[in-house]
């Protein structure tokens, strides 16, 4: 315990004597959550949309007005031929043309069914099904309005006209659909794998670079007491970095902790446990520090974007990539961090991923452990 | 001699790298109170039998025993006695020379205020008492192999473990060096260095003469001078290149080594050499000063000896 202790002490040394890269462990994860905070957005802020209205009739004009009054929706212009679309999308410049074809005003009236085109730019699907959406519920909500006061005029009860089924969606944990609230929870996972593999990935080889790898190596320091030590220090560092981000995201994208700030610390220091451990590996095994970060990075950034369930669910996934996402850390990081953040829960729901995740952290550290060789 | 008395005992010991052998089948006793000097040239494999000594690294094959444990066997029984100094730079720069020594104290679990009592006194006569806040980084090159003993030397080690422990250090620090070493015997301690330095190797009580992983030649600076084959007569001229030309030809001259401006010329034993000498350097044109049979130096037995290993192999 006296040399793992003392290992740990040389460790927090040799951090306080570098305080560019201490700066740089505690400022990067708040920087990186900003950027990518801000830069990933999948709401729809704004539909800017052209016309073409061919009916041209107080009927058609009155519908175009309701769906320009409507919050996002912004109309550029009028134009006559609907191949419009084809100019105005590839040009960037709309992502909507709503068509009100000629005899639109005479199928209102005479009670049949008055179709309005509405063509979407999808070659961003998801903001495009997204304004799909958004487009259709607005252009039949002013033509529903468009009906009753039709209706009204003519002394047709209103009740009439009303749909029989009336759905009124509650949404609940992220009642604004905001994409942030979505992304902050687990772009936390993502930044914490990337800078806590990074922390660790040089502590061992650069004992080997620097030649002190000798003086461990013909010292009784065992292994375990080694990784453990280089560990510790580590592991209180990647921990402020948690409450950095935690706290960063409630400032800055309005993520509010609903859950226990004692639970969401605890899950946290065993998921930063893993990431320092796996970065730890690396620098046992790798012959460079360059190297060793080269790697940490690969084997943190691309696996832990793609398939932790950070942006794209995991559940959607071929079966061979489920599987591969599972022993990935943050993938049961990044779920318990969702529950714990919005949903609010306890380890009386989140026990399996916590399970799973002490168990990869724990054959991290051992594997560590295993591959320090005390020999040149 | 038997087992319990020697600190140190190799047999057939061997490492290879690739192609190249750096150990090869090296076989030494080392009794226990010695100061023993592996001398060599560069890449003779000073360094690497240093390190497969200390467990360090591992051997391909043979054995070694320190200290009476096994350490091929088990590498780490015997770290806990033993010190080690490794050629190149060890410690953390970043971190002062208290709290490099205070790190050494721990990793072997050496109680907290020997320690302190230890470092006091060492830093004291190393002359690093003033220095021991400062950043081991920011010292001279001397002062850094200091540190590096006494941090070696901080687990009270029976065998102590030295590679080419001086070798950049300025004159000063070498004393300093020296003088705690050749206190270490009295209390019990074996020493085993290496060294490429002739008037280091004169400071053992026992040497090895390695090259190419091959022990060539063992015994006591006195012992090492007398193998020495031949006479080596200390020649002196105004033209000491001319001089050496006009002798490297000669049957009787075994070899001819400029030392300052003098020529060491190893000859054949007998009477005639002298007048040989005398004659061929008549004939080239050059005024020898003066001619005289010496002692062979160290170094005289270190080249002459190289040499015929070389030859051998």
């Known amino acids: 315990m006296r040399r793992l202790l003392a290992v740990a002490r040389k460790e927090t040394l040799h951090l306080l004597r570098d305080p560019r890269s201490l700066a740089a462990a505690l400022v990067l994860p708040v920087g990186l959550l900003l950027l990518y905070g801000y830069a990933v957005n999948f709401d729809l802020e704004e539909v800017p949309f052209a016309v073409v209205d061919l009916d041209d009739t107080k009927s058609s004009r009155r519908l175009i007005e309701a769906v320009d009054s409507v919050h996002g929706f912004i109309l550029l212009d009028h134009y006559y031929d609907a191949d419009i679309a084809h100019e105005l999308f590839a040009r960037d410049a709309a992502m909507a043309v709503i068509v009100v074809d000629r005899g639109f005003e005479q199928k209102l009236k005479s009670g049949q069914e008055a179709p309005v085109q509405v063509i979407i730019d999808g070659s961003n699907s998801s903001l495009a099904s997204t304004a799909a959406t958004y487009c259709q519920a607005t252009v039949e909500q002013a033509g529903r309005r468009l009906i009753r006061d039709e209706a009204l005029s003519k002394g047709i009860p209103i009740s009439l006209l009303e749909p029989a089924i009336d759905v009124r969606p509650r949404v609940l944990y992220n009642p604004d659909l905001k994409t942030q609230v979505f992304l902050v929870p687990g772009l936390i996972g993502v930044i914490l794998m990337l800078m806590a593999a990074l922390l660790t990935s040089g502590v061992v080889v650069r004992e080997k670079e620097r030649g002190s790898f000798e003086l461990l190596a013909a010292s009784p320091v065992s292994p375990r007491e080694l990784i453990v030590g280089k560990l510790l220090p580590y592991l209180v560092l990647a921990t402020l970095d948690v409450v950095f981000v935690v706290v960063a995201g409630r400032i800055f994208f309005g993520v509010e902790l609903q859950g226990s700030p004692l639970l969401l610390l605890g899950v946290s220091v065993v998921f930063v446990g893993s990431a320092l451990a796996l970065g730890l590996l690396f620098s046992c095994i790798m012959p460079t520090q360059q190297l060793a970060m080269l790697l940490s990075f690969l084997a943190t950034a691309m696996p832990t974007m793609l398939l932790s369930g950070f942006a794209f669910p995991v559940r959607n996934m071929p079966w061979i990539l489920q599987q591969v996402a599972m022993i990935l850390p943050a993938t049961h990081y990044i779920a318990m961090m969702r529950a714990i953040i919005l949903k609010g829960v306890g380890m009386d729901i989140i026990w399996r991923p916590f399970l799973a995740m002490c168990a990869i952290t724990l054959v991290l550290v051992v594997a560590s452990v295993r591959r320090f060789s005390k020999t040149l | ?313």
């Open chain 2, 1 to 313: 001699m038997s087992g319990d008395d020697l600190a140190v005992r190799t047999e057939d010991l061997s490492k290879r790298f690739g192609e190249t052998v750096a150990v090869d089948g090296v076989s030494l006793e080392i009794p226990v109170g010695d100061v023993f000097g592996l001398i060599g040239p560069d890449g003779a494999g000073k360094t690497t039998f240093m390190r497969l000594i200390s467990g360090v690294m591992r051997a391909d094959s043979g054995q070694a025993m320190i200290a009476g444990e096994d350490v091929i066997a088990d590498p780490e029984a015997v770290k806990q006695r033993m010190g080690y100094l490794s050629q190149a730079f060890s410690l953390y720069a970043d971190l002062s020379i208290e709290e490099n020594i205070d790190f050494c104290g721990d990793l072997y679990l050496m109680p907290r205020d020997e320690v302190q009592r230890m470092k006091e006194e060492m830093l004291e006569l190393t002359d690093l008492l003033r220095f021991r806040k400062r950043l081991v980084g920011r010292l001279s090159g001397g002062m850094k192999q200091k540190v590096g003993l006494i941090c070696a030397l901080i687990n009270r080690p029976q065998v102590l473990i030295l590679d080419e422990p001086t070798t950049g250090v300025d004159p000063i620090s070498r004393r300093d060096f020296w003088r705690i070493i050749s206190q270490l015997p009295e209390q019990g301690v074996t020493v085993v260095l290496c060294s490429p330095y002739m008037d280091e190797a004169a400071r053992c009580r026992h040497l090895a003469m390695i090259s190419r992983g091959r022990i060539l030649a063992e015994g006591t600076p006195e012992e090492m001078r007398q193998k020495v084959a031949g006479t080596v007569l200390e020649v002196t001229a105004d033209d000491v290149r001319a001089a050496s030309r006009a002798l490297s030809d000669l049957s009787s001259v075994r070899r001819v080594t400029p030392f300052g401006d003098a020529l060491h010329v190893q000859v054949e034993e007998g009477r005639e050499a002298v007048s040989e000498v005398r004659r061929a350097l008549g004939e080239a044109g050059v005024d020898e000063d003066e001619i005289h049979e010496m002692v062979p130096s160290l170094e005289d037995a270190f080249m002459d000896i190289v040499t015929r290993g070389d030859r051998v192999a």
